[in-house]
C-alpha cells in the first residue's frame, strides 16, 4: 500500500496523540479518585466514587486504548515505520497489548467489582474482603499501569533502540 501523504500523517498523528492523552488522563483521575474514598463518610459518596471511576473505565479508558492501538496500527501500516522496522515501536506495541489485556482482565473486573459491591453494600462494603482486595489491587496496579503508558510516551519522544537487526559499528582503534 501506497504510505500516505504529509497531511494524512499529521491527522493520524494527531488522533493517536489524542486518544493516548486521554487514555493517560483518564488513568491518573481514576487513580486521584480513588485516593477520595478515604473521605468518604456514607455509603451512597462511596457507591458514587466507586460508579465514577467504573464510568471513566468503560467509556473513557477503553475506547481511547483501542484508539490508540488502532491509530499505531494504521501509523504502521500506512507509514515508513513499519510494524517490525524498530525495536521502539515493537516495545510500544506490547506496552499497548499489554496495557489493554491487564485492564481488560484485571483493573477492570477490580473497578466493577467495587462498584457493584458498593451499589448494593454502601458503606458496609468497607468490611467486605473482596472489595478490599480489589480495592488494593486498584491502588497498586493503577499507578503502575499509568506510569507504564507514560513511558510509552517518552518512548515515542526517545525512540531510544534503533532499526532491528542493525548492529552497531564500532571505530577502528
Excluded at 515501536?89 to 499489554?98: D, P
Amino acid at each position: 500500500m501506497k504510505p500516505i501523504g504529509s497531511t494524512g500523517r499529521a491527522w493520524l498523528k494527531g488522533f493517536h496523540i489524542f486518544f493516548a492523552c486521554t487514555w493517560i488522563g483518564t488513568a491518573i483521575s481514576m487513580q486521584l479518585l480513588t485516593f477520595v474514598r478515604s473521605h468518604i463518610s456514607t455509603g451512597d459518596e462511596l457507591w458514587a466514587v466507586n460508579a465514577a471511576i467504573k464510568l471513566l473505565d468503560d467509556y473513557i479508558i477503553i475506547p481511547s486504548a483501542f484508539g490508540v492501538l488502532i491509530t499505531g496500527i494504521l501509523f504502521s501500516w500506512l507509514t515508513n515505520w513499519g510494524f517490525f522496522k524498530f525495536n521502539w515501536i515493537i516495545v510500544k506495541y506490547l506496552i499497548n497489548i499489554e496495557a489493554i489485556l491487564f485492564g481488560t482482565f484485571f483493573l477492570g473486573p477490580w473497578v466493577n467489582g467495587m462498584e457493584a459491591i458498593s451499589k448494593v453494600e454502601r458503606l458496609s462494603a468497607l468490611q467486605n474482603i473482596t472489595y478490599l482486595h480489589n480495592a488494593k489491587m486498584v491502588v497498586y496496579f493503577g499507578p503502575l499501569q499509568a506510569l507504564i503508558l507514560i513511558a510509552a510516551v517518552f518512548i515515542t519522544v526517545l525512540k531510544p533502540w534503533g532499526k532491528r537487526g542493525k548492529a552497531e559499528k564500532k571505530p577502528h582503534n
